[in-house]
């Protein structure tokens, strides 16, 4: 079975509004009906009121009995014409019997013909006060009919009785009329809007199934592909940061790709260079006297090696949140010094001046001493290698309002301005550090990021183009006990 959510929408949708209509339409049957029905009570009880009335006017004769009582006449023949009009306007039977139920006048010739109806003699009693069936007039008439009888009363005692049949089925040849007009115009207007409801579920699933082929293009590898945005809606915004998202899968995977082929290059370029010598040293190629000196390279090459690792270990335990704070309190400028120290004889080699450091005092802070001792590590070293020649590092300490502000700044050619907004992502390198830093891994300032914000700070980076680079952070200052 079709299960997507177009199918899935409009069938929801669809079974909704054909119920609506359905509903409607036997909501509006039923209440056609009662008001047919209620309307065709009245008008024929209305008009048996009015014949009545008539012959009450009529009934002008009268004379004494044996038993000394008065007793009217009617004259049917005023009323017969009067009769006959009224029928034929209203399209019903009239019918006028006397108090026993005989029956002394009718629009119907078959029942006048009848004579005596003997049938209406047990409708009699239920008459007095007003009478309204829809049947046979117990058995009167061959097919149901709406039947409304009234008493014509003189002197508070019945002359004669009064009664108005309509054949039933004009009703419901009206109702079933109305109702096919009805039924065309909800078929006419479930058609639209299941129509219009095709065209906006439609409009609605397609960038859904874009976005899923996408995903899958996604799944394969191929960050390519792309989904057309249309509008300013919830979809919209989807199918936006979908688009997005490829953009950052692709970049990652170009970074990955990237850092795996820097780190196969680092690890074989010192692995070859430490089996070649070891071997030339096992196999007597390098002479005992030069040993001592290719021993140094590879014990360098060794460092090399474990620094890379290291590098790679401390990346993989922060992306994983398994990195667990040892906190102490120590100085803060006391780590820069250790640092600059450690950094002494590269520093000499280049000529750069230090300078910043005679007016810092002592900046104390809460956090782990080896990860901060990283980070500065991190940002002496870049300043190192990318001062030149003779060139001036100014280091600063500041604290105020609870925190300790850190800013290294260097002279040289600085960073593009295109490039800032990558320098702290993972993998990244410059063009210009390629060229400079070839042992770079583009792992020194995200891991620099990274351990500023496992200490509640920040970090941010600002240069101009051949004048500096300035790497600025703060973190929280120890508090006073």
């Given at each position: 079975m079709f299960k997507s959510v177009f199918f899935k929408c409009f069938s929801v949708i669809a079974a909704v509004i054909a119920g609506g209509f359905l509903a409607m339409t036997l909501l509006q049957f039923l209440l056609t009906t009662r008001f047919l029905a209620a309307e065709k009570k009245d008008l024929l009880q209305e008009n048996a009121q009015n014949i009545a009335h008539h012959i009450v006017i009529s009934a002008t004769n009268s004379y004494i009995s044996e038993k000394g009582e008065v007793v009217y006449q009617m004259d049917l023949k005023t009323v017969s014409p009067f009769l006959r009009m009224l029928s034929d306007t209203v399209d019903a039977h009239i019918l006028i019997s006397d108090s026993r139920g005989r029956v002394l006048l009718s629009s119907d010739k078959q029942l006048a013909d009848g004579g005596d109806a003997a049938l209406l003699q047990s409708l009699l009693p239920r008459i007095?006060?007003?009478?309204?069936?829809?049947?046979?007039?117990?058995?009167?008439?061959?097919?149901?009919?709406?039947?409304a009888a009234v008493p014509v009363l003189i002197d508070n005692r019945t002359l004669a009785y009064v009664f108005v049949s309509s054949p039933a089925d004009s009703l419901t040849q009206t109702l079933?009329?109305?109702?096919?007009?009805?039924?065309?115009?909800?078929?006419?207007a479930l058609l639209l809007s299941c129509l219009v409801l095709w065209f906006l579920t439609y409009r609605f699933a397609r960038p859904l199934r874009q976005m899923a082929a996408a995903t899958r293009c996604f799944a394969q590898g191929d960050f390519s592909a792309r989904v057309t945005v249309k509008g300013k809606d919830e979809v919209a915004e989807l199918a936006d940061a979908l688009n997005h998202m490829a953009v950052s899968l692709s970049s990652v995977e170009t970074m990955q790709r990237s850092f795996i082929a820097n780190v196969s290059h680092e690890l074989k370029t010192p692995m070859t260079t430490i089996a070649g010598f070891l071997d030339g040293i096992l196999d007597g190629t390098i002479p005992p006297e030069k040993q001592a000196q290719y021993m140094q390279i590879v014990s360098n090459e060794v460092k090399r090696l474990s620094r890379l690792v290291h590098s790679i270990l401390n990346l993989s335990r922060i992306d994983s949140g398994e990195v667990k704070m040892n906190t102490v309190r120590f100085d803060l400028t006391d780590v820069v010094g250790t640092v600059l120290v450690s950094s002494e004889q590269r520093i000499e080699d280049k000529g750069l001046h230090i300078t910043g450091m005679e007016e810092c005092g002592k900046m104390e802070m809460f956090g782990d001493y080896d990860l901060m001792s990283q980070v500065l590590y991190n940002l002496l070293d870049n300043a190192i290698k990318f001062t030149n020649e003779g060139g001036d590092i100014?280091?600063?300490?500041?604290?105020?309002?609870?925190?300790?502000?850190?800013?290294?700044?260097?002279?040289?050619?600085?960073?593009?301005?295109d490039e800032m907004p990558r320098i702290f992502q993972k993998f990244y390198k410059s063009d210009r550090s390629r060229s400079l830093d070839?042992?770079?891994?583009?792992?020194?300032?995200?891991?620099?990021?990274?351990?500023?914000?496992?200490?509640?700070?920040?970090?941010?980076?600002r240069s101009v183009e051949g004048e500096f680079t300035e790497f600025s952070f703060w973190v929280p200052a120890a508090s006073i006990s």
């Amino acid at each position: 079975m079709f299960k997507s959510v177009f199918f899935k929408c409009f069938s929801v949708i669809a079974a909704v509004i054909a119920g609506g209509f359905l509903a409607m339409t036997l909501l509006q049957f039923l209440l056609t009906t009662r008001f047919l029905a209620a309307e065709k009570k009245d008008l024929l009880q209305e008009n048996a009121q009015n014949i009545a009335h008539h012959i009450v006017i009529s009934a002008t004769n009268s004379y004494i009995s044996e038993k000394g009582e008065v007793v009217y006449q009617m004259d049917l023949k005023t009323v017969s014409p009067f009769l006959r009009m009224l029928s034929d306007t209203v399209d019903a039977h009239i019918l006028i019997s006397d108090s026993r139920g005989r029956v002394l006048l009718s629009s119907d010739k078959q029942l006048a013909d009848g004579g005596d109806a003997a049938l209406l003699q047990s409708l009699l009693p239920r008459i007095e006060d007003g009478y309204y069936e829809v049947g046979t007039l117990d058995g009167l008439y061959e097919n149901r009919r709406y039947t409304a009888a009234v008493p014509v009363l003189i002197d508070n005692r019945t002359l004669a009785y009064v009664f108005v049949s309509s054949p039933a089925d004009s009703l419901t040849q009206t109702l079933y009329f109305n109702l096919r007009i009805y039924a065309v115009s909800v078929a006419g207007a479930l058609l639209l809007s299941c129509l219009v409801l095709w065209f906006l579920t439609y409009r609605f699933a397609r960038p859904l199934r874009q976005m899923a082929a996408a995903t899958r293009c996604f799944a394969q590898g191929d960050f390519s592909a792309r989904v057309t945005v249309k509008g300013k809606d919830e979809v919209a915004e989807l199918a936006d940061a979908l688009n997005h998202m490829a953009v950052s899968l692709s970049s990652v995977e170009t970074m990955q790709r990237s850092f795996i082929a820097n780190v196969s290059h680092e690890l074989k370029t010192p692995m070859t260079t430490i089996a070649g010598f070891l071997d030339g040293i096992l196999d007597g190629t390098i002479p005992p006297e030069k040993q001592a000196q290719y021993m140094q390279i590879v014990s360098n090459e060794v460092k090399r090696l474990s620094r890379l690792v290291h590098s790679i270990l401390n990346l993989s335990r922060i992306d994983s949140g398994e990195v667990k704070m040892n906190t102490v309190r120590f100085d803060l400028t006391d780590v820069v010094g250790t640092v600059l120290v450690s950094s002494e004889q590269r520093i000499e080699d280049k000529g750069l001046h230090i300078t910043g450091m005679e007016e810092c005092g002592k900046m104390e802070m809460f956090g782990d001493y080896d990860l901060m001792s990283q980070v500065l590590y991190n940002l002496l070293d870049n300043a190192i290698k990318f001062t030149n020649e003779g060139g001036d590092i100014d280091i600063r300490l500041h604290s105020g309002e609870g925190r300790i502000y850190v800013k290294i700044r260097n002279t040289g050619a600085g960073i593009p301005a295109d490039e800032m907004p990558r320098i702290f992502q993972k993998f990244y390198k410059s063009d210009r550090s390629r060229s400079l830093d070839k042992n770079g891994m583009g792992l020194g300032l995200y891991i620099v990021k990274s351990i500023i914000r496992l200490h509640g700070g920040e970090v941010a980076v600002r240069s101009v183009e051949g004048e500096f680079t300035e790497f600025s952070f703060w973190v929280p200052a120890a508090s006073i006990s």
